[in-house]
């Protein structure tokens, strides 16, 4: 297992912040009055994909020194011309500047993530018991519903609710996987790709289907992808000790650090 230290965690972040600068291109494609773009602070990525969407967040601050006044002025005023709330996932081993100057502003913590990983060499990766294919390219609608339904835990979606599949489904290089019960898509999840490094989100299971091994079948696909890739690190994160965390820790994934989640 990696030492979770500096270095990996500035590798970790970078991923995270690419990918939410990726999901701003999606945006951008998929509707673009909503003036999607990203602004780099603090070492990190300020990202905007709509005022109201659980994309918008600020990623990766911090992580290559100390971080100035200034910087979160500029992140505050860039959010606040928005409309925008603002939500910063901090890095337990970002500079401790960051964290004095968020509390001195009244940030408060909202919830903890946990980020895992696993490196993907000198392991067997076992099939997986359930049939997981690629979402092809008409299946845009069904992936997101299939995610929606998992995460919200209903029937019906609401476009802006959609909307939020249909942004990761179409992320430059994403690559969207459906778990199949019979002909029936129950599950879903994405992976996106960067230096090596996979990173594996948006995993949901619809009700009536979970705790019979469909995100561990989504795990072992993405991670067989991701060596066939030349990966050599996997990560993911999930809410302490969910059943995500679980799942992903019968794949060999260790936690590398929390992360606290601040609004301000």
Not at 239 to 244: D, E, K, N, R, W
Request: aromatic share 6%; charged share 20%.
């Amino acid at each position: 297992m990696n030492f979770a230290g500096l270095d990996l965690a500035r590798r970790l972040e970078a991923a995270e912040a690419l990918n939410g600068a990726e999901c701003a291109k999606a945006q951008q494609f998929l509707n673009p009055e909503v003036g999607a773009t990203v602004q780099h602070v603090a070492g990190g990525a300020a990202i905007f994909v709509g005022s109201g969407s659980p994309l918008t967040h600020a990623v990766g601050l911090g992580m290559h020194g100390p971080v100035r006044p200034e910087e979160l002025d500029r992140m505050e005023a860039f959010y606040r011309a928005r409309d925008a709330s603002i939500s910063v996932e901090l890095c337990p081993l970002a500079d401790p500047s960051l964290l004095e100057l968020l509390g001195s502003r009244g940030y408060r913590t909202t919830e903890f993530m946990n980020v895992l990983m696993r490196p993907l060499g000198g392991f067997e990766i076992t099939p997986a018991e359930f049939p997981v294919r690629l979402a092809g390219d008409s299946e845009e609608e069904l992936w997101a519903l299939t995610v929606g339904r998992g995460f919200l835990e209903k029937e019906g979606l609401t476009p802006a609710e959609m909307d939020v599949g249909r942004n990761i489904f179409h992320m430059p290089g994403s690559l969207c996987y459906l778990a199949l019960a019979g002909s029936q898509a129950v599950a879903a999840g994405a992976m996106a790709m960067h230096h090596s490094l996979a990173t594996l989100f948006a995993d949901s299971t619809t009700p009536g289907f979970r705790g019979i091994g469909l995100q561990s079948a989504l795990i072992r696909e993405r991670l067989r992808a991701a060596l066939a890739h030349g990966c050599d690190l996997a990560s993911a994160s999930t809410l302490p000790g969910s059943v995500s965390q679980r799942n992903y820790e019968r794949n060999r994934f260790q936690v590398a650090y929390t992360k606290a989640i601040l609004v301000g």
